[in-house]
């Protein structure tokens, strides 16, 4: 296996797959033609050499990630809303209108992202913190133990993580992104695994990755547990508020693990790896081929796979010149009737 260094993420009815500062959100629209958009969005971290050391790196890099899935994932949605909108409604207000239309421009779409980020690592932090925290404490009424208490703090934090992704798994949508979800793994595996990037290759490959979302944030809940065990403070809220400033440093030491564990065949990395591997049986789901056909289609937009094997396989598949143009494009074999195949459909503003 060889890291390709590519990653991405599901959306609504497609996957978003990123390439260094390039990436491209594949979306099957509702009359099943694939759509394609290619942007650029380069890392905060870029140029920055403080903020490029490791374990600093990681806590950015996850705010890039957390920014740029909201934007994709708001875009993919956008074609369903779209559909949903044909449908007669009463006249939007005149309030309505203006603020659709500064949702409309980049500044608009710049603060209700950062709105929309800032409202979910809330209700994260509330979730996944203030409440195992304050269950645990209602343990100290049995026992003095505080390595007792940061451990219980642990697997309450692990055990409502694992209910939240049982619970939502079971709606209809959440269950196609989870399909989704594994296509967008089967296609960087099969890559990784030196196979020619087609359907066929692409459905035998596994679902589940290392570098996964879905491992880090585990990590990130078993590092909490360890670092949790140190802290020693009688106050409660001294004790939160070290909880909240170690968040970062949690953060850096779960993505060098990850980082690590994408690139690295070592049999006690690989071990340390597996808890967050089984998890991902329960966000990844097996896709159908037509899932696999527009993830295969996001990858090729940011990705030049035959080179990749070529260099890293001993492949020798003929390469052609491939120019990377921002904009949306239509996928060959799924265009309407009178357009041309991969024709521009537009050539809009970046969404970053």
């Given at each position: 296996m060889k890291g390709s260094g590519i990653g991405g993420?599901?959306?609504?009815?497609?996957?978003?797959?990123?390439?260094?500062?390039?990436y491209a959100v594949g979306v099957r629209k509702p009359d099943k033609e694939i759509i394609v958009k290619t942007s650029e969005y380069p890392s905060y971290i870029k140029g920055k050499k403080i903020l490029s050391l490791p374990f600093v790196r990681g806590v950015f890099n996850f705010v890039d990630s957390l920014v740029l899935g909201m934007k994709t994932l708001t875009y993919?949605?956008?074609?369903?809303?779209?559909?949903?909108?044909?449908?007669?409604?009463?006249?939007?207000?005149?309030?309505?209108?203006?603020?659709?239309?500064?949702?409309?421009?980049?500044?608009?779409?710049d603060i209700l992202m950062g709105i929309t980020v800032t409202i979910s690592m809330v209700l994260a932090i509330a979730m996944f913190m203030i409440v195992p925290y304050l269950a645990a404490q209602l343990i100290g009424k049995v026992t003095d133990s505080q390595n007792v208490i940061a451990v219980c703090e642990g697997i309450l934090k692990i055990a409502i993580f694992m209910l939240y992704i049982l619970l939502i798994s079971r709606m209809k949508d959440i269950q196609r992104v989870f399909m989704y979800h594994g296509a967008e793994h089967k296609c960087i595996n099969c890559i990784e695994h030196g196979l020619e990037l087609n359907v066929e290759n692409v459905m035998k490959s596994s679902r589940e990755h290392k570098r996964c979302g879905t491992s880090f944030l585990l990590i990130v809940?078993?590092?909490?547990?360890?670092?949790?065990?140190?802290?020693?403070?009688?106050?409660?809220?001294?004790g939160f508020v070290i909880?909240?400033?170690?968040?970062?440093?949690?953060?850096g030491i779960s993505y060098e693990f990850i980082r690590l564990a994408g690139c690295s065949e070592n049999k006690l990395v690989a071990a340390l790896s597996?808890?967050?591997?089984?998890?991902?049986?329960?966000?990844t789901r097996e896709p159908e081929p037509d899932m696999v056909e527009v993830?295969?289609?996001?990858?090729?937009?940011?990705?030049?796979?035959?080179?990749?094997?070529?260099?890293?396989f001993g492949t020798s598949y003929e390469l052609t010149e491939k120019e990377y143009v921002c904009g949306?494009?239509?996928?060959?074999?799924?265009?309407?009737?009178?357009?041309?195949?991969?024709?521009?459909?537009?050539?809009e503003e970046a969404l970053s």
């Open positions: 993420q599901a959306v609504m009815e497609g996957i978003m797959m990123k390439n260094g500062d390039r993919s949605a956008g074609f369903f809303d779209d559909e949903e909108e044909e449908q007669p409604t009463k006249e939007p207000s005149k309030l309505e209108k203006k603020l659709d239309a500064f949702l409309d421009t980049k500044k608009g779409m809940m078993i590092v909490s547990v360890i670092l949790h065990l140190f802290i020693r403070v009688d106050s409660k809220v001294v909880r909240l400033l170690l968040l970062p440093v949690i953060a597996k808890p967050g591997m089984m998890l991902q049986r329960m966000t993830a295969i289609a996001a990858v090729e937009a940011v990705f030049d796979w035959k080179k990749f094997l070529n260099e890293n949306e494009t239509i996928v060959p074999g799924t265009e309407k009737k009178g357009q041309k195949t991969g024709e521009t459909v537009k050539a």
